[in-house]
């Protein structure tokens, strides 16, 4: 339909715009004969359709257009297609249904769903920013358990995230560094000419290793006390 069918809301001071599109169907004849047909029996399907709004848009206040538009596609929806016939040829027309506001429940209503739309955009807002703060907080729990054995790590709570990042970076430069000595040392032991200090170095380098599952290394396997290196119980 191209124009709206207008019937009364309840208290008859407004009323709901019922636009609707009919669909023709029929079986064993010429697609000429079902459009004729389908011009010949629309004003009755207009108004059995009219019928139906206006029995049921009265129980319906002006604002609830959904409520009404749920109700009609319901009651089409059980009756199911109606059934017209003409010389013999049947045919079946399906109304499909939705329902507008009146214009005047349209600038009524304007600043109730404006605002409604406000607060849900505020809502939404309120939860993206709650999940985004328990993301960060997950994160930053997590970067202070790892610094709980830094000192900086009691501070690094009321920093920034510039800041933050700064005290980490110098925390893993300081670890490395430390790492960096230690392998030195290690290195500067294991060279030593001294038995036991170089077998305590093979030791320690061993379950470092182990501890980054990894294997010695074949060339420094550990002395043993038929090798160049006593055993460090006898030195």
Not at 64 to 83: K, M, S
Not at 140 to 147: G, N
Request: net charge neutral.
């Amino acid at each position: 339909m191209s124009a709206p069918i207008i019937v009364p809301a309840r208290g008859y001071v407004f009323t709901f715009r019922i636009r609707a599109a009919f669909v023709w169907s029929s079986e064993g004849i010429p697609r000429e004969m079902l459009s004729g047909s389908a011009q010949y029996f629309m004003p009755y399907a207009i108004r059995a359709l009219t019928r139906l709004a206006a029995a049921r848009a009265r129980n319906f206040a002006a604002h609830r257009a959904r409520d009404l538009e749920v109700e009609l596609q319901r009651a089409l929806a059980e009756t199911g297609p109606w059934r017209y016939e003409r010389g013999g040829a049947q045919v079946a027309c399906q109304p499909y249904v939705w329902v507008e506001l009146d214009e005047g429940v349209k600038q009524a209503v304007r600043p109730y769903w404006e605002q409604l739309i406000k607060l849900d955009c505020e809502y939404d807002v309120d939860v993206k920013r709650a999940q985004y703060a328990d993301r960060l907080s997950r994160q930053w729990l997590s970067i202070l358990e790892k610094l709980v054995d830094s000192p900086v790590a009691g501070g690094a709570a009321k920093m920034t995230n510039e800041s933050l990042a700064a005290v980490v970076q110098e925390l893993i430069a300081q670890q490395q560094a430390a790492s960096q000595r230690l392998d030195d040392l290690l290195a500067e032991g294991l060279r030593s000419d001294d038995a036991y200090e170089k077998a305590t170095s093979f030791e320690f380098l061993t379950e470092r290793l182990k501890s980054h599952g990894r294997a010695a290394p074949s060339d420094l396997r550990k002395p043993t006390r038929n090798g160049s290196a006593p055993d460090p119980g006898k030195a």
